[in-house]
């Protein structure tokens, strides 16, 4: 009886933050009207829906990337889920622009914050929520409902559970010398960090981020587990970039007779080298901004505050229990694995992408990764307060609870920066788009000149959809500019 009692016990402890989650999910979606379709989906969703199949589809960064390669298909794939999501509900007479994906993973990531917290932190329950609530209420979460990539929220996915393997297995390795890392167990790190490089090349960086970390533990304690678990890391480094070059590229000319372009993944080091002081302050700034949005919209140094606050808890209470001698370079190794490797992550995110630093791009979609992890460290941090501070309890819970209130009453006002952004328009022109996909059936329904242009609009109409040539960069001899073709 020990076994299924157990097993009952699981699903229980999930029970309660899946009903703080549940009315959290349905409180986004109802805020956000059915969603905003993006420009950029104009084109994608229909041809996700088209006809033709699915490697094809999926091996097509031509169309998908407009040209900018990134090895990122397993993102693709399930951007295809949310599309087809889409259409079922279209069909169903209750059209909207919301990804499936995006809700599912955040439910996924919301039960590993909580087993993280409560099962292998022994964190208070209460804290655990309060921090849940807080991730729920950032903008990049509780705004970012709209389909447009799942690269990043399954990034963060992966990123959050190789958080929680790695804390478990080192802890376990410490507790007893005699702890044996199982072929199992590295498989699952090792799948789970492999798919976080097909995601983005964000997944990419953090699975070396993590690399480096298990390096500095294993340089400390020359523990045989803890280089097993580094092997496994190096390995989906070592398979991802064989993806990235050999396994992609020839896939996707097999398939549709082209060799994707590299350009976009060559960063403008040039860019770098004229001013370094705008890139770095840019990309600590986008740090900054995700410990302001996830604490109470507080102020930048408010938050740069909190941020030398975390740290010396991590520094006075051992955020990995290690005996003294070794305290200082796990806590060095951490504090670079966690912060400055991040914002070094940030600047060439910043160098590539400079538009990043629009007031609507620090709030949404680009950031969840970070946004995730995040969550993951306050808890770990909050976690060692337990009998190492003097700080009572109903002080901690009224910083919480404050910062609470103040992610929820900031939500409007995140909200009116994004309508009033550069792609702001979409946030006006949506509504009635979704108004003529519910009345698709009806002939007395007028459709404005506006909608009836809209190739999402003519899809579900009448099917139509030309997929137009991409315009490729010059030089690119390999690619073949394609013929516009009607499915």
């Not at 031509?62 to 993102?75: F, I, K, T, V």
């Not at 995006?102 to 914050?113: D, E, G, N, R």
């Not at 549709?256 to 890139?279: G, I, R, T, V």
Request: proline content about 6%; glycine content about 6%; some cysteine.
């Amino acid at each position: 009886m020990w076994m299924p009692n157990l097993h009952i016990q699981g699903k229980l402890s999930l029970l309660l933050p899946f009903l703080v989650v549940l009315p959290m999910m349905v409180w986004s979606v109802c805020w956000q009207h059915g969603g905003v379709l993006a420009p950029e989906i104009e084109d994608r969703l229909p041809y996700y829906l088209s006809d033709g199949s699915l490697p094809g589809k999926l091996y097509d960064s031509d169309y998908l990337e407009r040209g900018m390669y990134q090895a990122r298909e397993l993102s693709y794939f399930f951007d295809f889920i949310d599309c087809k999501f889409i259409a079922l509900s279209i069909a169903l007479g209750v059209p909207h622009f919301f990804s499936l994906t995006q809700y599912v993973f955040l439910v996924l990531i919301s039960f590993t914050l909580w087993r993280f917290g409560v099962e292998d932190l022994k964190a208070q329950r209460w804290i655990v929520l309060l921090v849940l609530l807080l991730f729920w209420t950032t903008p990049a979460v509780f705004l970012g409902g709209t389909f447009f990539r799942t690269a990043k929220i399954g990034t963060a996915l992966t990123i959050v559970v190789l958080y929680r393997q790695i804390y478990r297995i080192l802890s376990a390795a410490l507790e007893n010398p005699a702890f044996h890392l199982s072929w199992r167990w590295w498989l699952v790190c090792f799948g789970w960090a492999w798919a976080s490089t097909l995601f983005d090349r964000q997944g990419v960086f953090l699975v070396g981020v993590f690399a480096i970390f298990l390096g500095v533990w294993y340089f400390c304690h020359r523990d045989k587990t803890v280089l097993k678990l580094t092997g496994a890391f190096l390995a989906a480094l070592v398979l991802s970039l064989s993806y990235n070059y050999i396994i992609a590229p020839l896939l996707t000319l097999s398939i549709n007779h082209y060799w994707p372009d590299f350009k976009y993944q060559h960063l403008p080091w040039q860019a770098l080298a004229q001013k370094p002081p705008f890139y770095v302050g840019a990309g600590i700034s986008l740090y900054f901004d995700v410990i302001r949005f996830f604490l109470g919209n507080i102020p930048s140094w408010g938050a740069v505050l909190v941020f030398v606050a975390l740290a010396c808890l991590a520094w006075a209470t051992g955020l990995w229990r290690v005996e003294s001698k070794l305290h200082f370079l796990i806590a060095l190794g951490s504090f670079l694995c966690l912060t400055i490797l991040i914002w070094v992550m940030l600047v060439l995110m910043v160098l590539r992408h400079e538009s990043l630093i629009r007031p609507e791009l620090r709030r949404l979609y680009y950031l969840l990764p970070v946004v995730s992890l995040f969550a993951m460290t306050l808890l770990l941090a909050l976690s060692r307060l337990k009998g190492h501070s003097k700080l009572p309890q109903w002080c901690l819970a009224l910083l919480l609870g404050g910062a609470l209130v103040g992610n929820i009453v900031a939500l409007p006002r995140h909200d009116a920066v994004l309508r009033s952004s550069i792609g702001g328009a979409c946030y006006q022109s949506s509504p009635p788009l979704l108004v003529a996909l519910r009345n698709l059936r009806n002939p007395r329904y007028v459709v404005s000149p506006e909608i009836s242009s809209n190739r999402v609009y003519q899809f579900f109409h009448d099917g139509r959809f030309s997929k137009y040539p991409v315009v490729l960069p010059p030089g690119n001899h390999m690619n073949v500019r394609r013929k516009p073709e009607t499915n």
